[in-house]
T-cell receptor
Framework: GAGVSQSPRYKVAKRGQDVALRCDPISGHVSLFWYQQALGQGPEFLTY????????KSGLPSDRFFAERPEGSVSTLKIQRTQQEDSAVYLCASSLNPGEAYEQYFGPGTRLTVT | QKEVEQDPGPLSVPEGAIVSLNCTYSNSAFQYFMWYRQYSRKGPELLMY????GNKEDGRFTAQVDKSSKYISLFIRDSQPSDSATYLCAKWSSFGGSRLTFGEGTQLTVNP
């Protein structure tokens, strides 16, 4: 079956531009997560949705980062006024239900480069 | 101190070798322990997870958790060049907001 998909796969933004990254989770998965992965590091948690509700946004690094999942399926991570330190791979993951969120399935990621 | 510590390597072994990958963790509240494999420019792929202590085997892969020493291991038998990837350990707790907490990954190369 179809896995988690993300678009675009690569994004180059000039410093100060706004970007929007899209995630399509596995159909029927209730939980959706965003992670940020710097080069040579493990993924770091950004935010978590259960259906359309954003239950945890404690990992978002600044108020320039905003995520939404308005209909409980597709999610968008938006970064305003991008900075060079935002350059990273942004990973989306989904799991079937909150009680089994130890089983998270990841998309291929969006590689963001801010110049 | 990071919650999950992992030796980043790199680790290079000949084909057919037994590979041992290890992590330590600091918070005993975590219940599940996972191993992910990540190929270059791909997303992490869940290999296996274990609950609490003990071993779990899946083909050439064995995951081991020792809660008394807070140690997590992944063993790969008869390693293949296709096993060359970065291996990430992670832990999860239902009390921790459902997020995964990752180590920094170990880069493995299996040479033919």
């Amino acid at each position: 079956g179809a896995g988690v998909s993300q678009s675009p796969r690569y994004k180059v933004a000039k410093r100060g531009q706004d970007v929007a990254l899209r995630c399509d989770p596995i159909s029927g998965h209730v939980s959706l997560f965003w992670y940020q992965q710097a080069l040579g590091q493990g993924p770091e948690f950004l935010t978590y949705f259960q259906n359309e509700a954003q239950l945890d946004k404690s990992g978002l690094p600044s108020d320039r980062f905003f995520a939404e999942r308005p209909e409980g399926s597709v999610s968008t991570l938006k970064i305003q006024r991008t900075q060079q330190e935002d350059s990273a791979v942004y990973l989306c993951a989904s799991s079937l239900n909150p009680g089994e969120a130890y089983e998270q399935y990841f998309g291929p990621g969006t590689r963001l480069t801010v110049t | 101190q990071k919650e999950v510590e992992q030796d980043p390597g790199p680790l290079s072994v000949p084909e057919g070798a037994i590979v041992s990958l290890n992590c330590t963790y600091s918070n005993s509240a975590f219940q599940y322990f996972m191993w992910y494999r990540q190929y270059s420019r791909k997303g992490p792929e869940l290999l296996m997870y274990t609950y609490s202590s003990g071993n779990k085997e899946d083909g050439r892969f064995t995951a081991q958790v020792d809660k008394s020493s807070k140690y997590i291991s992944l063993f790969i038998r008869d390693s293949q060049p296709s096993d060359s990837a970065t291996y990430l350990c992670a832990k999860w707790s239902s009390f921790g907001g459902s997020r995964l907490t990752f180590g920094e990954g170990t880069q493995l190369t299996v040479n033919p």
